[in-house]
């Protein structure tokens, strides 16, 4: 029977074997499993997009309808300036698109992976 040694790290408790083993098996396993370093980079900004509470608020206002900056502006009590900037960012990552009608663009989700993130999120912090 290995003991377990508790340590203190950083005010959280974390327990660790006294003795190491390694599961050489099953690291191998994970190893050929894991994506490319510049994948999992890249997942990382994705995620960070997420990050910024008036980009989920637009995202959020999105789930619901299209919609052009003015409008967002408006719902979102904001500058339009603040909300174009935060659309430009949202659009780098691919998670709007835009369609031009006359003079002006709308906006939607770039498509049903963004709805289902959104919903998923919010299902989880609602259990």
């Known amino acids: ?3 377990v ?5 950083e005010n959280m408790e ?3 074997c006294e003795s190491v083993h390694i599961h050489d098996g099953v690291i191998e396993q994970v190893k ?3 994506p490319k370093q510049e994948d999992l980079k890249e997942l990382a900004d994705f995620f960070k997009v997420f990050g910024d509470g008036t980009r989920i608020r ?6 619901s309808s299209e919609m052009c900056v003015c409008d967002l502006a408006e719902l979102l009590e904001m500058s339009q ?3 174009s900037h935060q659309l430009r960012v949202l659009k780098q990552m691919k998670l709007v698109k835009n369609r031009r009608d006359g003079k ?4 939607s989700l770039a ?5 289902t993130i959104m919903s998923q999120g919010m299902e989880h912090i609602k259990e």
Do not use: F, N, P
């Open 1 to 3: 029977m290995k003991r």
């Open 58 to 63: 637009i995202l959020y206002a999105l789930l």
């Open 104 to 107: 002006t663009v709308y906006y």
């Open 111 to 115: 498509d049903g992976h963004i709805q």
């Open 32 to 34: 050929r499993g894991m």
């Open 81 to 83: 300036s603040a909300i």
């Open 5 to 9: 040694k508790k340590m203190k790290k």
């Open 14 to 16: 974390v327990e660790c």
